[in-house]
């Protein structure tokens, strides 16, 4: 991986238990997260950890990979955070595996700050200058997507992502809502580098120590 990881933030009108609901739990991640069709948690990799699968479908392929994930519900400064590590055997997907983070912190006006980083070894080249930037724009647009939704703008599901080619519904999600690097940074840093601590301690989802 390199020094080109994924970063998003938003700010949602939203207790942190609402939107730790809406992201913890598998069947409702995949309603407003576009990169995702199915998850399907299958065994504990220990007491705490989680491993998964998950399934993106498309008219063309569907890619399988597995994944390990782990969350601090209880955290001394008051945050959150939920670390994962991912992976695909799958010769066609942009992806072969990555690591991230989501990080939960809740503000002064009862609203929460979500925020992302990520990174990952591409699947597919030189055609990764192309890959990256779409997968950040999904990532934005998803994080968007479930703002509206915690924030009584729409069940997640009455915005497909064709909204995008529909303007005049001025209540659509919109990537360009989010921030794209932490303030004062660049898109193009290490996003990681304030990773909580138990990503470092996740084991390989695909098996290797």
């Known amino acids: ?24 739990d598998p069947t409702q991640h995949v309603r407003w997260d576009v990169r995702f069709s199915e998850i399907l948690p299958e065994r504990d990799a220990d007491e705490d950890a989680v491993r998964f699968s998950y399934v993106r479908r498309s008219p063309v392929h569907d890619v399988h990979g597995t994944g390990v994930s782990i969350g601090e519900r209880r955290r001394p400064d008051g945050t959150r955070t939920s670390a994962l590590r991912f992976s695909t055997p799958d010769p066609l997907s942009p992806i072969r595996s990555g690591r991230g983070y989501w990080r939960y912190v809740p503000t002064d006006d009862g609203r929460t700050r979500f925020i992302t980083g990520y990174d990952y070894d591409s699947g597919w080249g030189p055609l990764d200058l192309v890959v990256r930037p779409f997968l950040g724009w999904a990532t934005a647009w998803s994080f968007d997507r479930l703002r509206l939704w915690l924030e009584g703008g729409g069940e997640p ?29 660049s898109r193009r840093a290490d996003h990681l580098h304030d990773a909580p601590a138990t990503l470092a301690a996740l084991p390989d989802p695909g098996g290797d120590p």
């Open 1 to 24: 991986m390199g020094n080109r990881g994924i970063y998003v933030e938003t700010v949602i009108a939203a207790d942190l238990e609402r939107v730790w609901a809406a992201t913890q």
């Open 157 to 185: 599901e009455a915005w497909p992502l064709t909204s995008v080619l529909q303007p005049w519904r001025r209540g659509r999600p919109r990537a360009s809502r989010t921030l794209r690097a932490p303030a004062g940074g």
